[in-house]
Nanobody, 121 residues
Framework: QVQLVESGGGLAQPGGSLRVSCAAT????????MGWYRQAAGKQRELVAS???????TYTDSVKGRFTISRDNANNTLYLQMNSLRPEDTAVYYC???????????????WGQGTQVTVSS
C-alpha cells in the first residue's frame, strides 16, 4: 500500500556533509509526522529528528545545530541535511512516517529499508 524509499547515503569525511531523502509513495491520503532514525552497529535504533505535517521539528541533542530535517508535503518527501559529520554519526538511517491510507481508517506507521551513512577519513 505505502512504501518509503530512502536515498542519498554514502561515505563522507569527518566535517563533511550528506543529504538523505525519503520518498513516500502508494495509496496515501495524507502523511502526518515523519522522522529519521539511525542504528549503529551493535546499538539500538534511536530517533535522530522528527517533523510534523505543520513543520514543527525536534532533534536529538547530539545532532542539534548540525542536522536539519525538512519535508516537501506536495511530494511526500522527507529530507535530512547532515553537516559537520562525525565518525559517531555512522549508522544505517531509516525513514519513518505515520500515514493516512486511502480508504483505510486510522494512522499506519511505515519504515523505509534504510540507507548506510559512513563517516570516515
Amino acid at each position: 500500500q505505502v512504501q518509503l524509499v530512502e536515498s542519498g547515503g554514502g561515505l563522507a569525511q569527518p566535517g563533511g556533509s550528506l543529504r538523505v531523502s525519503c520518498a513516500a509513495t502508494g495509496a496515501i491520503f495524507r502523511v502526518n509526522a515523519m522522522g529519521w532514525y539511525r542504528q549503529a552497529a551493535g546499538k539500538q535504533r534511536e530517533l535522530v529528528a522528527s517533523i510534523t505535517s505543520g513543520g514543527v521539528t525536534t532533534y536529538t541533542d547530539s545532532v542539534k545545530g548540525r542536522f536539519t530535517i525538512s519535508r516537501d508535503n506536495a511530494n511526500n518527501t522527507l529530507y535530512l541535511q547532515m553537516n559537520s559529520l562525525r565518525p559517531e554519526d555512522t549508522a544505517v538511517y531509516y525513514c519513518n512516517a505515520d500515514v493516512l491510507v486511502v480508504g483505510v481508517r486510522g494512522n499506519y506507521n511505515y519504515w523505509g529499508q534504510g540507507t548506510q551513512v559512513t563517516v570516515s577519513s
